[in-house]
């Protein structure tokens, strides 16, 4: 009899579980015995049971003792426990489900979480406007309508993990500090640990994108302190794979090899695509530290497998295709060249429009929300401690004052810059190619001979000819050395006969050769600010933009901007 009931058991078992192959959309079947029972005893039967095809019976057991009592509050909680199993669209799906059954009502809970697990779905996929679009929406309701430390500890982490990945580290790095600070005042017992470990997961996370690196090791092993005391196997791995990338930045390239080794045992076996795509770049450059040129190509076409399904990689990782490039370049093989140098023009015009979205929409839609929040937090205040109405209506007429003179502001420095880039658009290049005044006048002069005198202005004259201020690191005394003379002859020269001192004359130069470069050479304008830095002898963009804007008064972005909108018009 025993024997007959366990085969009647399995025959049902089999028979509910292949309910769950029903297409996308149709209804999910359970028994009525497994829907009678509570909520408590459906959601300690789905965490205690080992399949995900055991879970899926008991979440949609859930959800449809919710819909028959017309309680949407608990068919929302089922499609939480639900979405939990899956990843990408599936998970798009149930965040969709939820958001509909809640579209006339707020509550702590909803449409917090759907507008989170939608996001999250994204986010696997790797759509990233998508996912940003739904974290946003997702913080306004947990932060603004009903206050839910969940909702705005996962949504303020995940906005500064991209905010971190389009290089706002700094902004990126308070965020994640003030969430651990977050996590440990208002959040559950039950789930504090494990969100304040993520938390400093991302704390040593950003601080290694900063280069940082002492302290990134110092929040790592925190980290894997707290992720071994928790049995978290996730959060263990992800600390390794981090641990293995800040020691390939400290140059311990056997101990990143191996801890980034031992990290995509982990991510392999469950196919963590963007995981497994950060390990083998940082395994790749590893090899190519330690002169295994072989290997390091190995993994790097790993990682251009994945982006090939994807669509997606962290920033950093564009440089594997720059070594490729390099590899079959050196090798002569110029038909796998292009093939990674398109990818890499694949991958650019991504990370631009992801940065571009992210960006504008973190600062209008998050940022932007944050000092609202501030500017009510002090009104706030000043009515607490019985503030006339009229001192709080002077505040916010000050503050709008200031808001409508910034943005006056704003479209006066357009016109203005408007103005000079039309401007240089009719001038030519050659300010700096001065007359040399007149050489005779000079010939009296007690600190120089004349033969000397001429012999340094036509040497000035052949090094700008040859465009020889197109060399990085030029200095006096090198440039006065090479002509023959010395750096104090050749600085009086350029200040009297360029009017300038020897720095700004160089930097001149650079930025008339780089504005008539820009304004017929198409490619070149395609290149970031920062190559183009490199290109005419600046060490970074940031002396070049200083540079240009000190010369003609707008910055080479605008410069570069308004010529592309030029062209196309």
Not at 60 to 79: C, L, P
């Amino acid at each position: 009899m025993n024997i007959i009931h366990q085969k009647t058991f399995k025959i049902t078992a089999v028979f509910l579980l292949l309910i769950c192959f029903i297409g996308y959309g149709q209804s999910f079947q359970v028994s009525d015995s497994l829907i009678q029972k509570s909520y408590s005893d459906l959601l300690k039967l789905y965490r205690e049971s080992g399949s995900k095809e055991d879970k899926k019976v008991f979440s949609h057991a859930y959800i449809q003792k919710g819909k028959r009592e017309n309680n949407i509050e608990s068919t929302s909680d089922g499609f939480v426990i639900l979405s939990s199993i899956y990843k990408g669209m599936q998970k798009v799906s149930y965040g969709d489900s939820i958001i509909k059954y809640n579209q006339n009502r707020v509550t702590f809970n909803y449409p917090a979480n759907g507008y989170m697990i939608k996001g999250e779905g994204y986010f696997d996929l790797r759509k990233i406007k998508l996912a940003l679009d739904n974290f946003l929406i997702a913080n306004e309701y947990a932060s603004q309508h009903f206050f839910n430390p969940n909702v705005v500890f996962e949504s303020n982490h995940l906005i500064g993990v991209l905010k971190d990945r389009i290089g706002h580290s700094k902004e990126a790095l308070i965020i994640h500090k003030n969430n651990l600070d977050f996590s440990e005042r208002n959040l559950d017992k039950r789930v504090k640990s494990s969100f304040s470990t993520n938390a400093i997961h991302a704390i040593a996370f950003t601080y290694k994108n900063m280069r940082v690196l002492d302290s990134a090791i110092y929040y790592n092993n925190l980290g894997l302190e707290k992720a071994k005391l928790l049995k978290n196997e996730k959060y263990i791995n992800l600390l390794l794979l981090n641990e293995g990338v800040i020691k390939y930045y400290m140059q311990s390239f056997n101990e990143s090899r191996k801890a980034i080794e031992q990290s995509l045992k982990y991510f392999d076996k469950l196919d963590s695509k963007p995981n497994r795509s950060e390990g083998y770049f940082y395994l790749a450059k590893t090899y190519a530290a330690l002169q295994q040129k072989e290997l390091s190509i190995k993994y790097l076409k790993k990682v251009d497998t994945i982006f090939t399904q994807t669509k997606d990689l962290l920033p950093e990782a564009r440089e594997g295709y720059e070594m490729l490039i390099d590899y079959y370049k050196e090798n002569h093989n110029q038909k796998l060249q292009l093939v990674y140098l398109e990818r890499l023009i694949s991958l650019d015009s991504i990370l631009n429009d992801n940065y571009k979205y992210v960006s504008k929409n973190l600062s209008q839609k998050y940022d932007t929300q944050k000092l609202i929040q501030e500017k009510e937090q002090i009104i706030a205040v000043l009515e607490k401690k019985n503030t006339i109405i009229s001192s709080r209506n002077w505040i916010i007429s000050i503050l709008l004052g200031i808001s409508i003179f910034g943005v006056g502001y704003y479209y006066y420095r357009q016109e203005l810059y408007k103005k000079r880039f039309l401007k240089l658009l009719d001038e030519t290049s050659g300010d700096n190619q001065k007359n040399d005044q007149s050489r005779g006048d000079q010939s009296g002069s007690s600190w120089m001979t004349k033969e000397t005198l001429d012999n340094l202005l036509n040497r000035l004259q052949q090094f700008e000819e040859k465009q020889g201020y197109l060399k990085q690191n030029l200095n006096t005394k090198d440039l006065a050395k090479s002509f023959g003379s010395n750096s104090s002859y050749l600085s009086k020269v350029v200040n009297t006969f360029k009017e300038k001192s020897f720095s700004n004359y160089i930097n001149d130069l650079r930025v008339d050769f780089v504005i008539d470069k820009l304004k017929s050479d198409t490619v070149f304008r395609k290149y970031t600010v920062k190559a183009i830095a490199q290109e005419i002898g600046f060490n970074n963009s940031e002396a070049f933009a200083k540079a240009f804007y000190r010369k003609v008064g707008i910055y080479p972005c605008y410069f570069i901007k308004e010529l592309s909108k030029q062209t196309k018009s």
